[in-house]
């Protein structure tokens, strides 16, 4: 009965993709894939995450909604473009074995695995992972999301190592980017302040935004 329930998830699931443009020409960098569980009729998908994590079906069940979620940007002609996608590791116990199994997965879609990012959650030891990302095939790219659970902290960031740092709000990126590595580069959510120009962005230091309103400034 709990492999059914699970197998409809996967097949009831819906993805938005949500574009990321590129301030310099205000073209298309890559698209965040969200995952849509309203057809499925969960209000808190922590709920659901925990609920596999005790059936021991977590890392198939998250491999699974990868899979689709690959396949149906493959199809919509993404599969050239950056794709972001969230990944809970507090739920998964051996973190070199599924990233090995999602290496294997974006081996067999050919996908470029310097396109995938994954905003990475649930990690307290930043060392163990990268001890097990070391270990494995899979060298895929991070992105560190300002949230109401991960609090911006300057020595969080630096152990995390980012490539991509999500910021929403103004005042804490220009603190932020006073201390951190140049090579990080930073993306923006518009929602917070919808006024801004693309001129504003690239005065202040943005290289990339988006708006889950999926509307690009003109």
């Not at 960098?29 to 969200?34: A, E, F, N, V």
């Not at 690959?70 to 996608?85: P, R, S």
Request: net charge neutral; hydrophobic share 40%; aromatic share 16%.
């Amino acid at each position: 009965m709990v492999q059914f329930y699970f197998k409809r998830i996967v097949e009831k699931i819906k993805f938005n993709f949500v574009p990321i443009y590129d301030i310099k020409d205000n073209s298309i960098y890559g698209y965040k894939i969200i995952k849509d569980f309203t057809a499925i009729g969960f209000d808190d998908k922590e709920v659901m995450y925990q609920l596999a994590f005790e059936e021991d079906i977590f890392e198939t069940l998250i491999l699974k909604i990868l899979e689709k979620s690959y396949q149906l940007a493959i199809e919509k002609g993404y599969g050239n473009k950056k794709l972001f996608f969230t990944i809970r590791l507090n739920y998964i116990l051996d973190w070199g074995l599924f990233l090995e199994r999602v290496h294997t997965l974006t081996s067999s879609l050919k996908l470029a695995e310097e396109n995938l990012f994954f905003d990475i959650k649930g990690v307290k030891n930043w060392d163990k992972l990268y001890y097990e990302v070391n270990n494995c095939n899979f060298n895929f790219k991070k992105i560190y999301k300002e949230d109401k659970d991960t609090p911006l902290n300057l020595n969080n960031i630096s152990t995390c190592n980012p490539e991509l740092l999500e910021l929403k709000d103004i005042d804490a990126f220009l603190v932020i980017k006073e201390f951190l590595n140049t090579d990080v580069k930073f993306v923006f959510k518009r929602d917070n302040n919808p006024n801004l120009s693309l001129d504003e962005l690239k005065e202040l230091g943005f290289n990339y935004y988006y708006t889950n309103g999926k509307s690009k400034i003109k």
